[in-house]
Nanobody
Framework: QVQLVESGGGLVQAGGSLRLSCAASGFTFSRYAMGWIRQAPGKEREFVAGINWRGSTTYYADSVKGRFAISRDNAKNTVYLQMNSLKPEDTAVYYC???????????????????WGQGTQVTVSS
């Protein structure tokens, strides 16, 4: 049974930091590229960050470049999103997603992922 379980969300003041984790099971994690996608209330989903299967290449939305960092530990089947200098506009539900094709995260796609997590809420207060 495939599972992606996000954790680490919560309430933080503007300028603060959070680290999200996404634990994977039920598939060969090390062969999948991973992405973080978020959705704010009343807004479309937005690609946030992606990382290839090897962990050697990362991709970021312009809105988070320089503030967020994605990483992965294939030995632990986990992908992380370190979020610094958080802003109220970062408030959203954050989902992790897995795809067998690196091109999906490279193109910052919002679709064509094979697996999705249930999401974790991040709320940034001003």
């Amino acid at each position: 049974q495939v599972q992606l379980v996000e954790s680490g969300g919560g309430l933080v003041q503007a300028g603060g930091s959070l680290r999200l984790s996404c634990a994977a099971s039920g598939f060969t994690f090390s062969r999948y590229a991973m992405g973080w996608i978020r959705q704010a209330p009343g807004k479309e989903r937005e690609f946030v960050a992606g990382i290839n299967w090897r962990g050697s290449t990362t991709y970021y939305a312009d809105s988070v470049k320089g503030r967020f960092a994605i990483s992965r530990d294939n030995a632990k089947n986990t992908v992380y999103l370190q979020m610094n200098s958080l802003k109220p506009e970062d408030t959203a539900v954050y989902y992790c997603a897995a795809t067998y094709r690196d091109s999906i995260v490279a193109s910052q796609s919002l679709r064509q992922y094979d697996y999705w997590g249930q999401g974790t809420q991040v709320t940034v207060s001003s």
